[in-house]
Nanobody, 125 residues
Framework: QVQLVESGGGLVQAGGSLRLSCAASGRTVTTSGRGWFRQAPGKEREFVAL????????RYADSVKGRFTISRDNVENTVYLQMNSLKPEDTAVYYCATPRIPTMMGITTTEYDHWGQGTQVTVSS
């Protein structure tokens, strides 16, 4: 079983930055891709970014491209999401997840089977 724990959320003014972390434990977490998703009140959970098993490739939602950066430290079994130039519309609960197939680079929630509890990000205008 894989356990994922997100941290680093908080309240920040528009234009500010936050760095989210997703610490993992359990079976073969270092050989699995990792994704970040977010869910705002009243909206569906949406894809934000993903990174492949060894960090050789990344993918971003258009809404965050150029502002967010995903990275990973396989020694620490942790994936990071650096969020810069934050906007009020970035306000959401942010979740990390591992895909059903470790090598997959999917952007839909159904392609992921282990999720963290989420961390709240609030951006004030």
């Amino acid at each position: 079983q894989v356990q994922l724990v997100e941290s680093g959320g908080g309240l920040v003014q528009a234009g500010g930055s936050l760095r989210l972390s997703c610490a993992a434990s359990g079976r073969t977490v270092t050989t699995s891709g990792r994704g970040w998703f977010r869910q705002a009140p009243g909206k569906e959970r949406e894809f934000v970014a993903l990174i492949t098993r060894y960090g050789e490739a990344t993918r971003y939602a258009d809404s965050v491209k150029g502002r967010f950066t995903i990275s990973r430290d396989n020694v620490e079994n942790t994936v990071y999401l650096q969020m810069n130039s934050l906007k009020p519309e970035d306000t959401a609960v942010y979740y990390c997840a591992t895909p059903r197939i470790p090598t997959m680079m999917g952007i839909t929630t159904t392609e992921y089977d282990h999720w963290g509890q989420g961390t709240q990000v609030t951006v004030s205008s």
